[in-house]
């Protein structure tokens, strides 16, 4: 299985970015996706997650009522839109793969990771 992450780029403060994540092999629909990110000299954390099925969605207090995660699965692919970013949104953002068809909490509930995507937010 293999994850492809795009979509990151330098935007300003205030505007908004939406990332995809595309999944090569398995069977997307089996599973729980989700985003983490990783700012310089800190922990990879949970951004959002969504569960197999896309009906279950939970977004960590860092995006909340800032984010859209939803998921297409004739399509193998997974979307993320934050909006009115701030500089502290800058980070690598990863997408990935959950063990099982549920909501990921935490880096030990990923199956699969993507390359990742920087996203820079500029004062």
């Known amino acids: 299985v293999q994850l492809q992450a795009s979509g990151g780029g330098l935007v300003q403060t205030g505007e908004s970015l939406r990332l995809s994540c595309l999944v090569f092999?398995?069977?997307?629909?089996?599973?729980?996706m989700g985003w983490f990110r990783q700012a310089p000299g800190k922990e990879r954390v949970l951004v959002a997650t969504?569960?197999?099925?896309?009906?279950?969605?939970y977004g960590g207090d860092s995006v909340a009522g800032r984010f859209t995660l939803s998921r297409d699965n004739a399509k193998n692919t997974m979307y993320l839109e934050v909006s009115s970013l701030k500089p502290e949104d800058t980070a690598v953002y990863y997408c990935?793969?959950?063990?099982?068809?549920?909501?990921?909490?935490?880096?030990?509930?990923?199956?699969?990771w993507g390359q990742g995507t920087q996203v820079t937010v500029s004062s």
């Open positions: 969504i569960s197999a099925s896309g009906r279950e969605v």
């Open positions: 990935a793969a959950a063990r099982t068809p549920h909501l990921m909490d935490r880096q030990a509930d990923v199956a699969y």
């Open positions: 092999g398995g069977t997307f629909s089996n599973y729980g």
